[in-house]
Structures are given as C-alpha cells and as structure tokens.
C-alpha cells in the first residue's frame, strides 16, 4: 500500500519489528481509511468533551501525521485539555474554537463513544465525510467509515497499527502522541487490558524516540499543591455504601475554588478509591461547575461489575472498568451526610 507519507518524511521507516492482529479482520476498512485521507486536502480532527491523554494524544499523533503528509489541519476539543498534557508536542495546536466542518473535505472523530459527545454532532450528521475510529466497545458507528475496535486499550493503540498497517513512518513526536495515550488508558499499564501485544507496541513506540519515564512523570506523578489539596478533601470523604458496597467520594465546587483546583487536578483519584478492598467499584462526584456534576466510575475484573452500564443509565458511558457521566445538580451536605439535590434547589433531592 503506497503510504500518504509518500515522499513526505525526511525520517525513513526502520524496519518494523512489532507486528499486530488488532486490524487483520478490518483490513477493507483500514485501506478505505487510508485512501481517503490520502485524497484529503482539509482535515478536522474531533474528540470528545473532557479530553483525556488518549484523547489529545491520539488527535495530535493524526495531526502530526497528517502535516507531514502536506494536509491542512485542524484538531479540535470542545474543552480545554487537561495542563498536565501540555508536554505533548503541538499541544498549543489543540483549539476550543468552534469549527464549520463544511469547510473541510474530511472530518475524523477519535475516541468518542457517540458523535454529540464532539459537541458537533448537527454538522457532521449533514457531512459527507465523517471516519470515526475509537475503541468504545458501545461505539455508534455514526460516520461513513467506521473503525472501531473494542479489543484495543485505547484509540491510540488503533492509531498506532494503523500507521504501521499503511507503512506510515512513525516519528518522535507521533510516537509521544500515542504512547501517552496508550499510557493513560491502560492506568499506567496497571489495568486488565495490557496485554502482551501492548507492550511490544510501548517498547516500539519508545524506540522511535518517546519517553516513558517523562510520560509518566507528567501524567501521574507530578501534582500541583492545589491538586495535593483537594486530593485530601475528596479522600477525607470515602463512604462505603451499605448496599452494594461501593466506595465514594465527592467534591464540591466549593472545594476546587478553595483549593484553588480544576477538575482535572483530581485525575487519579477515582483509581485510589477502586483500591479499596471489598467494594464493588469506585464513584467520585465533582460539581465542577455550578450545577453540573461529573461521575467517575471505576471497578476490576475481580468486582465483578460493569460501571459502563451505569454511566449509560445517566448518560454517560465508557468502558466495563472505567466510564463516567455527567448530571446536572448540587452536590451539598445536609444532616450529616452528603446529597445531590436539583441545580434550583438547596434543599430537596
């Protein structure tokens, strides 16, 4: 298959020593994929609200790709993305500015579960263009070509055999991109979808130049006071539900304004409450904003029990292990215990 990069990249492609199946049973896909962004001039790039590490790191890891390739490009988030990830290269490329997906020939959508998850779901319904490629075992499927692969542990894991798959030559930058999506998706390769197949494509990926060590530095382990701060709140509060033995916590908007803290300061904190022994999953409540209130979810494959399905009945949604929602209310303590009562009320649930 002549790649997009043909004649485009001054680094050739080393021999490949990392070898995937995650797409042998999509290769019609993957060359359709190819062919049209191959044809494209004017590319958006859309994830979803809330960007995680895969999330920007798969849509920068494209975007890379692409302007090597000679492509205009846009990369667009409906939120900020969290600062932690500022160390990706190209980050600044990143833009909440609302865009016109008429304007471009060919629209990809990463990592979105649904399509109004990108906020422009009305457009791209009108577009002629739309690929989406994520890894959301409840994915839609709402483009023209779809990608989608429940097997992978995150976007960037498809991304990256992808690239491999077209003979793409993977570059430094790219290899941070997707390493760091990868990274973050899998728990720092603690969850249960790290697999053998995933960590050859890390020790790839790191031979094309990304760091894990500096990855992993700025994704988890360098934390901000604010962030030390409202951490101790949140794990001050674990409650374990007397029916089904959950543990929770809950932040309120109160807290990230004394703390000084954003809601992506709280990052990892759901994961320390799922360490709890005997408990079924793991849930922390933020109300990050007045009146809207983010769930997230967590849980192991020894617990027994699929969190996706309750982000989906507050409509949210995610994975069996990790997924997340968000509700609109205020979160307030009344009599002793903490609640969620309507945003325009204070005291009723």
Request: glycine letters at 6%; one cysteine or more.
């Amino acid at each position: 298959m002549q790649s997009i990069f043909q004649n485009t990249i001054p680094l050739a492609a080393p021999a490949n020593p990392f070898r995937s199946s995650l797409l042998a049973d999509q290769t019609d896909t993957v060359r359709e994929i190819h062919r049209r962004l191959k044809g494209a001039q004017r590319v958006l790039i859309a994830t979803h609200e809330h960007p995680d590490g895969d999330a920007a790191g798969s849509s920068l890891a494209l975007l890379h790709a692409l302007r090597y390739a000679g492509k205009q490009v846009v990369a667009y988030i409906p939120d900020p993305a969290p600062d932690m990830l500022s160390f990706l290269p190209a980050f600044a490329q990143l833009t909440c500015d609302i865009p016109d997906p008429a304007q471009f020939d060919t629209v990809v959508v990463l990592d979105a579960t649904y399509v109004a998850r990108t906020h422009l779901a009305e457009a791209l319904a009108q577009h002629p263009a739309v690929i989406c490629i994520d890894h959301h075992y409840d994915n839609q499927g709402e483009g023209q070509l779809n990608l989608v692969v429940p097997e992978a542990a995150a976007t960037a894991h498809i991304l990256a055999v992808f690239f491999l798959e077209t003979d793409v030559a993977i570059t430094t930058d790219m290899a941070t991109c997707l390493l760091t999506g990868i990274f973050t998706d899998t728990g720092s390769f603690m969850h249960d979808s790290t697999s053998p197949d995933i960590l050859q494509l890390a020790s790839f990926l790191m031979s094309r130049g990304a760091r894990l060590s500096h990855i992993a530095h700025e994704t988890y382990q360098k934390k901000e006071l604010s962030a030390l701060q409202i951490w101790g709140r949140a794990l001050s509060r674990i409650m374990i539900t007397p029916k089904g033995g959950a543990a929770v916590s809950v932040v309120t908007q109160r807290d990230l304004q004394e703390c000084r803290a954003t809601l992506d300061d709280l990052s990892g904190v759901v994961n320390m409450l799922n360490t709890l022994p005997d408990t079924s999953f793991a849930l922390l409540l933020c109300e990050h904003v007045p009146g809207k209130i983010k769930g997230s979810l967590r849980s192991e494959p020894h617990k027994h029990t699929d969190v996706s399905a309750i982000a989906k009945a507050l409509g949210g949604g995610g994975h069996k292990l990790a997924a997340g929602f968000e509700i609109e209310g205020r979160i307030i303590k009344q009599n002793g215990s903490w609640r969620i009562v309507s945003a325009a009320s204070s005291g009723s649930s």
